[in-house]
């Protein structure tokens, strides 16, 4: 049988579809040998029409069509996401020791997850039990005998490139699991002790392309085309003339992929990729450099100068074979200085401006870059910076007028804000605590729950809201985890930020730090049971690949909150996070939890660290993170102090700012693995707490010391927490605070 090459495999069509210039290059179609020796099935998916896809093979075995699915003819069949998937019939790795699967596909940009390319075995109650499968989520292949406890995973540690046609395939023969894409071996276990044949004893009813064996999971969302199941495990030969793309079809296909949208009006700079689906590398080059540079820098023409237009020229280079794709970009003239002055006046706020109840950000710099310069009304109470001054307890609230002077070149505006400063509330006494947190890895879990103590003491412990949320995400990732709350240095506000990342929607650990969220989720709150309205803020980098659990500290000298968290921070050159690296803590500063200062590095042991949870002690700040780099000695939690809290640690800090007291601490308290620490001192008493989470055992646990300075942590005996709490954190909460919570979500 002669291979059939689709349209869209071949290069010329690629290139013509583009409308590259090609300097030369002759690009054919690649050399694909149709490999026939022990088929099961053969579905080339070219079909113009009808619900079944046809079994080239020869044996018979059809399969159905169903859902948004459309057929394309030669450009295979698309999957719309909702429900389209192909059913294949039962049994059909019945007998099999050995194993290949093979398809081509081109999965879309806004895939959701966890999702299978295609999975063959059966479905018990919505879950998966026995089955073989791939997905491009961390891109891997997993065969198992009942649901994901037994899976055994062979995994190319990064995700397939989304938006870009690829065959991926799986063999499997004495134990031997080998993972290709585009024809080239990316995994390889050895170890794999399950058969085909072994899953459902032959028996399997839920075989399907472009669906799951698991009800709840996502539809593949995207085109395939020549699926094909084998009998045996086809050699690294076989399959590399199966999929293999030759150095010319890379370049064609990431040319084609290659687009920057809608470039005929461009105010703001362009992010210009560095490399394609496929592996090409872009070099680009501007006709105009002085009004968008190499880089995608936009700087527009001066006002009244006219629009320009600019070509910029992307050249894609793999090995030996390059191409070239040009765009066009229109850059419109500035505006007036007196439009800039006013749309940044517009853009002005003053936060709260009704109800001030701690320093205030007032910015120096407005939209388009302008200047703002502030005044008060009354400077003992705000300054023109922002720090404010309350007035005492039982006093009135006090009325400041701010006003902005704005001004860009020979243009200037002022704006008048009139707020109100309210009094200082009155001191309270701790009589007890609030405990924020979440419970699990799967999608109830991924929520903020509460519990509130029974009185002052700190081991007992009483869930609110009848053990439900209180708490649930509509933003991001959907997904909750890791909450943190911190009262304000005034004592009448709170913020709570968390984790935006669902584990239990099926991200993987390593794709949620490559491509994970780059935010915070913040809320605030008067009186722990009121919340805001959920913020969904970017905090990090576009270079960070996550954002882990966020905590945060008032720090008195600069009058502000110093939030820090722990991020994969990737190279420039690395835009899509496939590289290597660890996570390090990062810290940005704020006064409102809205804006940010730009996120900078806070400790780098040049090992990963995460989960770092500070408390003050006199002039002293001491420090509780989880090592994961064996930094201190073992994959514990470690105990640091400074003077400073924005002391910074580097991997060339020598000596390191943040001074090692104690390290292994789980360890040496007689636990399992732990992390996630939350550190608070006794209402009552010279002692603290440090909860922990031993997160392959009891989950959430006390430690105690009765001191800081000289640590010596046990585990608390006779301790009632809530159910299953996570990572969270506990703040201590006056009576009237205490009876609210009980009363209010008890």
Aim: hydrophobic residues 35%; glycine residues 10%.
């Amino acid at each position: 049988m002669s291979p059939t090459i689709p349209k869209a495999r071949s290069g010329p069509a690629l290139l013509t579809a583009a409308a590259l210039a090609l300097g030369g290059l002759c690009v054919t179609a690649p050399a694909q040998a149709a490999v026939d020796d022990g088929l099961v099935l053969d579905y080339k998916l070219t079909e113009s029409s009808g619900s079944v896809a046809v079994d080239s093979s020869g044996n018979g075995r059809d399969g159905a069509i169903s859902g948004d699915a459309t057929q394309l003819a030669g450009e295979g069949l698309k999957l719309g996401g909702t429900n389209a998937h192909v059913r294949l019939p039962n049994d059909i790795m019945r007998g099999l020791d050995s194993i290949t699967v093979s398809t081509e596909v081109k999965i879309a940009a806004d895939q959701g997850t966890p999702y299978f390319i295609w999975g063959l075995g059966n479905t018990t109650n919505g879950v998966g039990n026995g089955y073989l499968f791939t997905t491009g989520n961390s891109y891997r292949a997993s065969i198992a005998t009942g649901n994901w406890s037994t899976e055994q995973t062979v995994n190319a540690g990064r995700d397939l490139a989304r938006g870009a046609w690829k065959t991926v395939t799986y063999t499997l023969s004495g134990g031997t699991a080998v993972l290709y894409e585009d024809g080239i071996e990316v995994g390889r276990k050895s170890d794999v002790t399950i058969k085909p044949s072994d899953i459902g004893g032959g028996i399997t009813t839920a075989n399907y392309l472009g669906r799951s064996t698991y009800s709840g999971d996502k539809y593949l969302k995207g085109q395939v085309r020549n699926f094909r199941v084998y009998n045996r495990a086809l050699s690294a030969a076989e399959v590399h003339d199966l999929g293999f793309v030759s150095l010319e079809e890379r370049v064609a296909r990431d040319l084609e992929t290659l687009v920057l949208g809608d470039t005929t009006n461009v105010t703001t700079d362009l992010k210009l990729p560095l490399t394609g689906p496929n592996g090409s590398a872009y070099t680009w080059a501007s006709s105009n450099e002085a009004v968008v540079s190499a880089g995608g820098t936009i700087k527009r023409p001066a006002y009244k100068t006219g629009n320009a237009d600019v070509v910029l020229t992307a050249t894609a280079t793999f090995g030996e074979a390059s191409a070239v794709k040009t765009f066009t970009v229109t850059v419109p003239e500035d505006i007036s200085d007196k439009q800039k002055v006013e749309e940044a006046s517009a853009a002005l706020n003053v936060w709260d401006a009704q109800g001030i109840r701690g320093n205030i950000t007032l910015p120096t710099t407005g939209l388009h870059g302008a200047k703002v310069a502030w005044e008060s009304s009354n400077f003992s109470v705000i300054t023109a910076s922002g720090e404010v001054a309350r007035p005492a307890n039982g006093s009135q609230p006090l009325e400041v007028k701010l006003d902005a002077a704005v001004s860009y070149g020979k243009a200037k505006s002022k704006w008048t804000f009139r707020v109100t400063v309210l009094p200082l509330p009155q001191v309270e006494a701790k009589e007890g605590y609030a405990f924020a947190y979440f419970t699990g890895n799967d999608l109830a879990g991924e929520n903020i729950y509460m519990a509130a103590s029974r009185g002052n003491d700190a081991l007992k412990w009483d869930e609110l809201n009848g053990g439900k949320p209180i708490l649930n995400s509509t933003l991001g990732t959907k997904g909750l985890r890791d909450p943190f709350i911190i009262r304000s240095p005034e004592g009448d506000k709170f913020y709570m930020i968390a984790t935006d990342l669902s584990i239990g929607s099926g991200t993987s650990w390593d794709s949620s730090q490559r491509q994970g969220s780059q935010h915070l989720e913040v809320w605030e709150s008067t009186d722990l049971v009121n919340w805001s309205e959920q913020r969904h803020v970017k905090v990090s980098p576009d270079t960070a690949g996550n954002t882990w659990a966020p905590e945060a500290h008032y720090d008195e000298k600069i009058g502000a909150y110093v939030v820090y968290w722990a991020s994969k921070i990737y190279a420039d050159t690395d835009p899509s996070h496939s590289g290597g690296t660890h996570n390090k803590m990062m810290y940005s500063t704020t006064r409102d939890f809205r804006t940010f200062t730009e996120a900078k590095v806070w400790n780098d042991p040049g090992n990963s660290v995460i989960d770092s949870t500070v408390i003050k002690e006199g002039d002293t700040y001491y420090r509780f993170t989880k090592d994961e780099g064996r930094v201190s000695g073992c994959l514990d939690i470690m105990q640091e102090k400074s003077t400073d809290l924005l002391a910074v640690d580097l991997p060339t800090t020598n000596p390191r700012n943040w001074s090692l007291m104690a390290n292994c601490i789980g360890k040496n308290a007689g636990t399992g693995a732990v992390e996630g620490p939350t550190i608070f001192k006794s209402n009552t008493e010279q002692k603290y707490y440090l909860f922990v989470d031993e997160f392959g055992g009891r989950g959430y646990i006390p430690l105690e010391s009765t001191s800081l300075e000289n640590p010596d942590w046990k585990l608390s005996t006779n301790y009632e927490l809530p159910r299953a709490p996570r990572h969270g954190t506990v703040v201590p909460v006056t009576k009237t605070e205490l009876e609210r919570l009980h009363s209010a979500v008890g």
